[in-house]
């Protein structure tokens, strides 16, 4: 069975900097997708970046970056330019190729401060 | 975008009585929905798959008869949670994967809080 482990419960930036949120997982499956949701104090779920397996290239979006290690099964977000309104709590999800299902992570609630 | 709703956002019940969620994709045909229950300070926790006209997969140790989903249609999938008692109380979220390219990213919508009192 697929697990996905974050082992940073709180972290923590200050305005402006960069931070990086850790995730590893483990499958035997060589087809999947990888996904970091944030879920703000609102606790709506919003997708924040997505990344296919079979694809090297890190996943980008604006100020947040992905490290796929595909061999180490590493998953990390970086968060470039820390704003305010990133505070939440940031969930890592696995998805099989062959199964619908989202497998979360614990979640790394992230705190932003001036 | 990909939008999804849920109504209502939040509902108080009395202990036994049924509350029934919607959830709906706005701008897009969904595929599949799901449903999660969330705690606070927890991860999500998935409870159950629904593809329109079908039944309901759920997850092991969700009771079937407790938490009866219809999805009726592409876009709208229930949550009755029956005769309700204090320990159903809770946060809901569902979620939906829209038809064709990008078919695996699920959608959240705004999660329900339940409180039976």
């Known amino acids: 069975a697929q697990t996905v482990t974050q082992s940073q419960p709180e972290m923590s930036v200050q305005e402006a900097e960069t931070v990086t949120l850790s995730c590893t997982y483990d499958?035997?499956?060589?087809?999947?997708?990888l996904f970091w949701y944030k879920q703000p104090p609102s606790r709506q779920m919003i997708l924040v970046i997505r990344?296919?397996?079979?694809?090297?290239q890190n996943a980008t979006e604006n100020r947040f970056s992905v490290n796929f290690q595909k061999a180490a099964k590493s998953f990390s977000l970086k968060i470039s330019d820390s704003q305010l309104g990133d505070a939440a709590m940031y969930f890592c999800?696995?998805?099989?190729?062959?199964?619908?299902?989202?497998?979360f992570g614990t979640g790394t609630r992230l705190q932003v401060f001036p | 975008g990909a939008v999804v709703s849920q109504h209502p956002s939040w509902v108080i019940c009395k202990s036994g009585t049924s509350v029934k969620i919607e959830c709906r994709s706005l701008d897009f045909q969904a595929t599949t929905m799901f449903w999660y229950r969330q705690f606070p300070k927890q991860s999500l926790m998935l409870m159950a798959t629904?593809?329109?006209?079908?039944?309901?997969?759920?997850e092991q140790g969700v009771e079937k008869d407790k938490f009866l989903i219809n999805h009726a249609s592409l876009t709208l999938s229930t949550l009755t949670v029956t005769s309700a008692h204090p320990e159903d109380s809770s946060f809901y979220i569902c979620?939906?994967?829209?038809?064709?390219?990008?078919?695996?990213?699920?959608?959240f919508g705004p999660g329900t809080r339940l409180l039976v009192l």
């Open positions: 499958t035997s499956e060589s087809d999947y997708y």
């Open positions: 999800a696995y998805r099989s190729a062959y199964q619908d299902k989202l497998i």
């Open positions: 990344q296919e397996a079979y694809k090297q």
């Open positions: 629904s593809n329109e006209g079908s039944k309901a997969t759920y």
């Open positions: 979620s939906a994967t829209r038809q064709g390219r990008g078919q695996e990213t699920q959608y």
